[in-house]
């Protein structure tokens, strides 16, 4: 692993090589071509992420979408406000524990993001085409990974700037 010095510093800038910073430059480009498609056909992004994340599952909790969906749970909730007014979602108790909150996506909601769905993954694969189906597979089980190993430091954080 390279370690940093004066001399490499002064000929990249940091975070041209620190992974956050391109996780997150690449997040943002890749995620910003598709939302044009999203907004093209007249929902939000936050009302794509939900409807994306719950289309084909189970029911999922409030917090758990709010992890999925990259969004606080507050502002969640008010995305939930408004799509469940259409009839996209609906909001169930928990059988487990009825402190809990579960999401499901309604047939209404799912009959929307079916129109989404095949243009996401046409899209990811343009996305992913030059780098072959192998590296392809690579890239997104690193990717899940490095997600599962850092899932848990999230929520601790998320916690605190709540």
Request: a neutral charge; proline letters at 4%.
């Amino acid at each position: 692993m390279p370690v940093l010095t004066k001399h490499t510093c002064a000929q990249m800038p940091f975070v041209d090589d620190y992974l956050p910073a391109l996780l997150t430059q690449a997040s943002h480009l890749i995620s910003g071509e598709f939302h044009r498609v999203v907004s093209a056909k007249g929902f939000t992004i936050s009302e794509w992420r939900v409807l994306a994340s719950l289309a084909g599952g189970e029911p999922m909790s409030i917090g758990r979408l709010a992890q999925v969906t990259v969004m606080k749970q507050p502002t969640v909730t008010r995305v939930l406000d408004r799509m469940e007014e259409r009839g996209h979602v609906k909001r169930i108790a928990s059988e487990d524990d009825r402190r809990v909150t579960l999401v499901r996506i309604t047939a209404s909601g799912g009959r929307l993001v079916a129109g989404l769905i095949p243009l996401a993954l046409e899209h990811e694969r343009r996305v992913l085409e030059p780098f072959g189906l192998s590296r392809a597979a690579e890239l997104k089980a690193t990717l899940k990974r490095m997600i599962d190993l850092h899932k848990d430091g999230a929520a601790d954080l998320a916690d605190e700037e709540a």
